[in-house]
């Protein structure tokens, strides 16, 4: 174990001020002793070392103009992580959390996330301090036109395939492809995933990282004989991952009862109204909190980390990270919830996640769980390159398959290294073993 926690350190003391990717770091690393006991021809060939380093990190100045002609600068980031399995793949994510550190943690998380899905793509993240939220369209198209002015050199379908994260969606796709197919003067569809399905996006890719979730909890749940058939289902979060997530726990016959925002939390007894949800989210951007003003029956309470508190069977975090401490876990353990799958990235904290694996909670952790929705953008990347477009049904069930494929290899992972019930050890133990191979066999590169 010391040469893990000198690998460890070692990051801290090269990444400072970071702490997210430090606990990404920590939280991978310390459950691959494991893996380095039966392997020590990773130590030799550096492989720890080399994994936590990114292989390229680029910062650039993002100038554009408001509304009211006044020039504003945002700092943009793509941080390519780990190409040993596949060109970089992974969202950009515009909020004003991002730095580096951000970046550096979701991209880290992306190599072992991708790796389970399966298909051949490695890990990056990337994106920028700017605020999509409050302004106009014209302000959103300027901003997204001077990020992709710097972006475009560093990306292509071979290269780097970006794809949305908070802050980007379908607008912002297509304000960045437009400029990147302006200045490429080539249409290349393979450069970015979460297209339009007018210029070469795919069915379900907005509902894959929900319909993932469900689909690989349902799986996880009904080994041990439980269903989602008339379960009390809570999701944090209104964004499009809780969403479509709340989406698939109803058609197969789960009740969701409470969703939220970053300003609070709804109850619903009856079942959350998800049309209403995705009218005040998707269309009018509001708050969560004018559900209450169509739903008389519901109740709205101020603080998101309140939603915790609300009785379940099964509870999916869907917002963002460290969402779910272990006041939270504690309080889902005492009443009565079963399984915690993750939605979000990391949205669980590890003295949560303690909480949960001590009383034999089924925990699906974000790496495996919310993979649904890049193994979609690598649907999309194969049908772009063959020029063709699938049907919903294809897609969706390409999609299920992938999810339930994960699972099945997680759990043989957790099984082969004697940690049955620990799923978090087995996704990171079997999305490492596969990235780990390939750079063995490519060099000291």
């Not at 399905?197 to 749940?221: C, F, H, N, P, W």
């Not at 699906?364 to 194969?382: D, F, H, T, Y």
Request: hydrophobic fraction near 40%.
């Amino acid at each position: 174990m010391s040469y893990i926690k000198d690998v460890i350190n070692q990051v801290i003391e090269r990444n400072p001020g970071e702490p997210e990717f430090h606990q990404a770091v920590t939280e991978v690393l310390e459950s691959l002793q494991v893996v380095i006991d039966r392997h020590p021809e990773y130590i030799k060939a550096g492989i720890l070392e080399r994994i936590v380093e990114p292989e390229r990190q680029i910062i650039f100045r993002v100038p554009w103009v408001d509304d009211q002609g006044r020039v504003r600068v945002n700092r943009g980031f793509r941080v390519q992580f780990n190409s040993a399995i596949g060109p970089y793949k992974g969202g950009i994510r515009f909020h004003p959390s991002v730095y580096l550190g951000i970046i550096k943690f979701l991209g880290f998380e992306q190599v072992f996330k991708n790796s389970l899905t399966g298909m051949p793509i490695g890990g990056g993240k990337g994106g920028s301090d700017f605020d999509p939220k409050g302004k106009s369209n014209d302000e959103v198209m300027r901003f997204c036109q001077s990020f992709m002015t710097e972006l475009y050199r560093h990306i292509g379908a071979d290269i780097d395939v970006p794809a949305g994260d908070i802050g980007v969606g379908a607008r912002e796709i297509g304000y960045m492809f437009g400029q990147y197919k302006r200045i490429r003067n080539s249409f290349e569809s393979g450069v970015l995933t979460g297209k339009g399905l007018v210029y070469g996006g795919s069915l379900v890719r907005k509902e894959a990282t929900g319909y993932g979730l469900v689909y690989i909890t349902d799986q996880m749940i009904k080994v041990k004989g439980k269903s989602l058939d008339g379960a009390r289902v809570v999701v944090s979060g209104s964004g499009n991952v809780a969403i479509y997530c709340a989406e698939k726990v109803f058609a197969m016959g789960g009740k969701v009862v409470a969703m939220s925002d970053s300003n609070g939390y709804i109850y619903d007894p009856d079942g959350i109204k998800l049309d209403t949800i995705k009218q005040l989210k998707e269309v009018e951007r509001k708050r969560i909190k004018e559900y209450k003003e169509i739903h008389s029956k519901a109740e709205y309470h101020e603080g998101a980390v309140g939603i915790w508190e609300v009785p379940c069977d099964i509870a999916f975090p869907c917002a963002t990270q460290n969402e779910l401490d272990a006041k939270a876990a504690k309080t889902l353990v005492a009443n009565g919830c079963f399984a915690v799958a993750e939605g979000a990235n990391m949205p669980s904290t590890p003295e949560a996640i303690d909480v949960f694996l001590s009383n034999n909670i089924l925990f699906a952790p974000g790496k495996a769980a919310n993979a649904g929705g890049v193994a979609a953008s690598a649907l999309e990347m194969m049908q772009n390159s063959m020029r063709y477009s699938w049907s919903f049904e294809e897609v969706d069930s390409r999609l299920k398959s992938t999810m339930i494929n994960i699972y099945k290899n997680i759990s043989a992972a957790a099984r082969e290294y004697g940690h049955e019930n620990n799923l978090i050890l087995g996704a990171n133990v079997a999305g490492f073993i596969k990235v780990a191979e390939a750079m063995m066999v490519q060099g000291i590169v």
